[in-house]
């Protein structure tokens, strides 16, 4: 029991410690959790110390052994910013960032009275920023933070453009349910692909169009030829025929002459 309850302050001390400022010294994260990373590329360890801190308990989040886990609020550690489920997300990221376990929310929670859930109580600092994968409503993510569903709505808001080197992995911990109401993101490299489709199928249509113009102007200028070419001939071809006429006809003038085509 002695031993249980000194592990358990060890981890509670992880979540919390008295510095001058906001500090971590997690600042990278394993390539499965690069997602993670915020606008200011910030780890979700230093982001979730600048949230605790916003409550005027200066913080850190260090790195933690393998086989432990942060730990939720005390009674006495219970504010608003401990008892949210933005700061919740951020640490259990920050858990996961270093492939450590993390609490679910209920777990967590267990000594607030009072939760923000999917809300951040208080401003948010100016010298962080916190990403929107920190307001999934965990009630729909079988109360705990759903790495999946989160680095999928990172890569959707990410701001890298299509032709950006930098990669995110999607961690393959297993289907979404299909109940899911986070939209299905566009990778970088699909958008790509999708541009590269729309250009040829708009070159494939514009040359379809000039060749359907081109076909047809042939074609007339094709049956003009021929209609000229068939007015020529006739006109060479024809020979001068004297018209009939009868004996009381005879002073009509037999210079009054029809044509006979040899072509017909």
Same mark, same amino acid.
């Given at each position: 029991?002695?031993?249980?309850?000194?592990?358990?302050?060890?981890?509670?001390?992880?979540?919390?410690?008295?510095?001058?400022?906001?500090?971590?010294?997690?600042?990278?994260?394993?390539?499965?959790?690069?997602?993670?990373?915020?606008?200011?590329?910030?780890?979700?360890?230093?982001?979730?110390?600048? $949230?605790?801190?916003?409550?005027?308990?200066?913080?850190?989040?260090?790195?933690?052994?393998?086989?432990?886990?942060?730990?939720?609020?005390?009674?006495?550690?219970?504010?608003?910013?401990?008892?949210?489920?933005?700061?919740?997300?951020?640490?259990?990221?920050?858990?996961?960032?270093?492939?450590?376990?993390?609490?679910?929310?209920?777990?967590?929670?267990?000594?607030?009275?009072?939760?923000?859930?999917?809300?951040?109580?208080?401003?948010?600092?100016?010298?962080?920023?916190?990403?929107?994968?920190?307001?999934?409503?965990?009630?729909?993510?079988?109360?705990?933070?759903?790495?999946?569903?989160?680095?999928?709505?990172?890569?959707?808001?990410?701001?890298?453009?299509?032709?950006?080197?930098?990669?995110?992995?999607?961690?393959?911990?297993?289907?979404?349910?299909?109940?899911?109401?986070?939209?299905?993101?566009?990778?970088?490299?699909?958008?790509?692909?999708?541009? $590269?489709?729309?250009?040829?199928?708009?070159?494939?249509?514009?040359?379809?169009?000039?060749?359907?113009?081109?076909?047809?102007?042939?074609?007339?200028?094709?049956?003009?030829?021929?209609?000229?070419?068939?007015?020529?001939?006739?006109?060479?071809?024809?020979?001068?025929?004297?018209?009939?006429?009868?004996?009381?006809?005879?002073?009509?003038?037999?210079?009054?002459?029809?044509?006979?085509?040899?072509?017909?």
């Amino acid at each position: 029991m002695q031993i249980r309850q000194t592990r358990l302050a060890f981890l509670c001390a992880s979540v919390l410690v008295l510095v001058d400022g906001q500090e971590s010294n997690v600042k990278e994260c394993t390539s499965t959790y690069y997602w993670s990373l915020n606008a200011l590329d910030q780890t979700p360890c230093m982001v979730a110390a600048h $949230l605790i801190a916003t409550c005027g308990r200066d913080a850190t989040m260090n790195s933690i052994p393998s086989g432990t886990h942060y730990l939720g609020p005390s009674a006495s550690a219970a504010n608003e910013c401990m008892c949210s489920s933005v700061t919740y997300s951020m640490v259990s990221a920050c858990a996961g960032c270093q492939e450590r376990i993390w609490e679910d929310w209920p777990t967590w929670s267990m000594n607030c009275k009072n939760k923000s859930l999917t809300t951040f109580p208080r401003v948010v600092p100016k010298t962080t920023q916190v990403p929107e994968w920190a307001s999934l409503n965990l009630s729909q993510t079988g109360n705990t933070f759903d790495a999946v569903k989160a680095s999928r709505v990172a890569i959707f808001f990410s701001p890298v453009s299509p032709t950006s080197s930098a990669t995110y992995t999607i961690i393959p911990l297993g289907i979404l349910p299909t109940s899911s109401s986070i939209p299905t993101p566009i990778s970088p490299s699909n958008r790509a692909h999708l541009n $590269l489709g729309a250009i040829i199928g708009g070159v494939v249509g514009t040359v379809t169009v000039l060749m359907s113009i081109a076909i047809l102007l042939l074609w007339r200028f094709m049956q003009s030829l021929k209609q000229s070419e068939q007015k020529q001939y006739s006109t060479k071809d024809s020979v001068a025929f004297p018209k009939p006429y009868s004996k009381g006809s005879e002073t009509s003038s037999i210079s009054t002459l029809d044509t006979y085509s040899t072509a017909s």
